[in-house]
């Protein structure tokens, strides 16, 4: 492939800074605290694109003065809330993207990932045992993995707000951030 396509089918992310795909995001402003507007990751529900997204929240929090003994678990929390919204989503809404907020303020650095998917953890399947027959790429997992999921995140990250509403989950997490030594 050449050209723009080849891009295209080489981006497995969307990032874009300020705001959402097609609502006007615009420039970081490098007044603002931090350093720039927020970055928005939207991504297919694929396990692939999670080590994407913890890639670009790692880089971003050092970016930002998150102190280096914090990036592991930075990037440990990323990666377990991106995989819980890529399980729920690959079950119960494999075209939506899965969303990823990140925002490098100067005081926190904030992390959100968004799954549109209602009712919290994945659906069972409607048959006994039909998770087992189908195999363990189904996507389907029962309540025990995704509160799982919950209680790493829990023991990962000390400022965490999982929020369940009625078009879908949202799990923010913060982490503070040092002033860099260049703009003491």
Same mark, same amino acid.
């Not at 694109?49 to 880089?59: D, E, K, N, P, Q």
């Not at 678990?73 to 993207?97: I, N, Q, T």
């Not at 006994?128 to 995704?146: I, K, R, T």
């Given at each position: 492939? &050449?050209?723009?396509?080849?891009?295209?089918?080489?981006?497995?992310?969307?990032?874009? +800074?300020?705001?959402?795909?097609?609502?006007?995001?615009?420039?970081?402003?490098?007044?603002?605290?931090?350093?720039?507007?927020? $970055?928005?990751?939207?991504?297919?529900?694929?396990?692939?694109?999670?080590? &994407?997204?913890?890639?670009?929240?790692?880089?971003?929090?050092?970016?930002?003065?998150?102190?280096?003994?914090?990036?592991?678990? $930075?990037?440990?929390?990323?990666?377990?809330?991106?995989?819980?919204?890529?399980?729920?989503?690959?079950?119960?809404?494999?075209?939506? +993207?899965?969303?990823?907020?990140?925002?490098?303020?100067?005081?926190?650095?904030?992390?959100?990932?968004?799954?549109? $998917?209602?009712?919290? +953890?994945?659906?069972?399947?409607?048959?006994?045992?039909?998770?087992?027959?189908?195999?363990?790429?189904?996507?389907?997992?029962?309540?025990?993995?995704?509160?799982?999921?919950?209680?790493?995140?829990?023991?990962?990250?000390?400022?965490?707000?999982?929020?369940? &509403?009625?078009?879908?989950?949202?799990?923010?997490?913060?982490? +503070?951030?040092? &002033?860099?030594?260049?703009?003491?």
């Amino acid at each position: 492939m &050449t050209g723009a396509h080849a891009a295209d089918s080489l981006t497995p992310l969307d990032a874009e +800074p300020g705001g959402l795909a097609g609502q006007g995001g615009g420039k970081p402003d490098s007044k603002q605290a931090g350093g720039g507007a927020p $970055v928005v990751l939207r991504f297919a529900p694929l396990p692939e694109h999670v080590r &994407t997204a913890r890639l670009v929240a790692v880089a971003l929090a050092r970016r930002a003065g998150v102190e280096d003994g914090l990036l592991d678990e $930075v990037r440990l929390a990323v990666g377990e809330a991106c995989s819980r919204a890529v399980g729920l989503h690959r079950s119960a809404a494999p075209a939506v +993207p899965v969303v990823v907020r990140l925002d490098d303020g100067r005081e926190r650095f904030g992390v959100e990932v968004v799954d549109a $998917v209602s009712g919290g +953890p994945v659906p069972k399947p409607e048959e006994e045992g039909a998770a087992e027959q189908l195999g363990s790429e189904s996507g389907f997992s029962d309540d025990a993995d995704s509160d799982m999921g919950l209680a790493v995140l829990r023991g990962l990250v000390d400022d965490l707000e999982v929020e369940v &509403t009625a078009s879908g989950g949202v799990i923010r997490m913060g982490w +503070p951030v040092i &002033t860099p030594h260049w703009v003491r």
